[in-house]
């Protein structure tokens, strides 16, 4: 019997003893203690919080300025972008929340005088013309760049009476697509009946877009716009919400300053905007130097 007992109970205990042991080895913690420790992870998790929401606010504080600054900064080169293409002299800021100007997609130099044998080959300022030659192949120029249907041709624009591209007294249609023809290369342009006022000295001409002939940046309720191809008044036209194509949003402030009149082969765009975002404001200057040589 004693050998049966020792191979049932390896350690030789009766069986109260062996109860009482397995009991105390598998006591658990009781209901005030599991709570002394929620309490006092509590306690330390708020320390920990207290010390991490500094760093973790300045994080989302430096991002928040950061995206401001982006946005400034692309909005201002993008604005830049537009207006160097501007018609020289035809810059202008009707109110320091708008500047405005028209668009060119390219230029070339016309032929003064006619090729032998060829009459109307060259522009005509002494009568109305309807075509010229322009030096040079359109074909091989960037698709964007080339002269189509409906665009607009320019001379000699001085944004000036009698001279001035917005009246139209500069700017014939036009008509047809180009054709080309000789060696070197020449392309024929037949225009809208038009006597241009003045010649270029350098028998240069300019080429606005037909889809947009007049481009205007406005600020408007915290809105940067893009309006474009609307008829020109002596006022910038107020955007459409919703139809107005949107350039940036969260505007703050928009100042507009244009110095031209003055220069006689230069001019210069100042643009000063302010973008605001959950307390946080950038602000950013800069400048644009256009060329006014017609």
């Known amino acids: ?31 005030i203690e599991l709570v002394m420790v929620i309490v006092i992870l509590g306690v330390i998790g708020g320390m920990v919080s207290v010390f991490m929401k500094r760093p973790i606010d300045a994080y989302f ?8 600054a982006d946005v400034a900064d692309t909005t201002l080169r993008r604005m830049a972008r537009d207006i160097r293409k501007a018609l020289p002299n035809s810059i202008q800021v009707p109110n320091n929340q708008c500047v405005e100007f028209i668009p060119t997609k390219t230029g070339g130099r016309y032929r003064v005088e006619d090729k032998s044998g060829a009459p109307g080959t060259g522009l005509d300022f002494s009568a109305a013309d309807t ?27 001085l944004g000036i009476a009698g001279s001035n591209a917005y009246n139209g007294d500069n700017t014939a249609a036009v008509s047809g697509t180009p054709s080309e023809s000789g060696s070197p290369a ?43 191809n609307y008829a020109y008044s002596s006022s910038c036209p107020a ?17 507009f300053v244009y110095n031209g009149s003055d220069l006689q082969r230069n001019g210069l765009v100042q643009m000063t905007i302010s973008f605001t975002n959950s307390g946080e404001t950038v602000t950013q200057y800069h400048e644009i130097h256009v060329n006014n040589t017609p």
């Open 1 to 31: 019997g004693e050998r049966r007992r020792s191979r049932d109970f390896p350690l030789g205990l009766p069986d109260q003893l062996l109860s009482m042991d397995m009991r105390r080895t598998h006591r658990g913690f009781t209901l």
């Open 61 to 68: 504080d430096t991002a928040r300025r950061a995206a401001l």
């Open 131 to 157: 075509g010229f030659n322009m030096l040079g192949s359109n074909s091989a120029r960037p698709a964007d760049q080339q002269i189509a249907d409906g665009d607009l041709i320019a001379v000699y624009n």
């Open 186 to 228: 020449e392309t024929t342009i037949t225009i809208a009946s038009k006597q241009f006022p003045l010649p270029s000295g350098s028998n240069r001409f300019h080429v606005i877009p037909g889809t947009e002939k007049v481009v205007s940046y406005i600020c408007s309720g915290g809105t940067l716009y893009r309006n474009a």
């Open 239 to 255: 955007p459409t919400p919703g139809t107005t194509p949107v350039i940036a949003t969260n505007l703050d402030t928009c100042n």
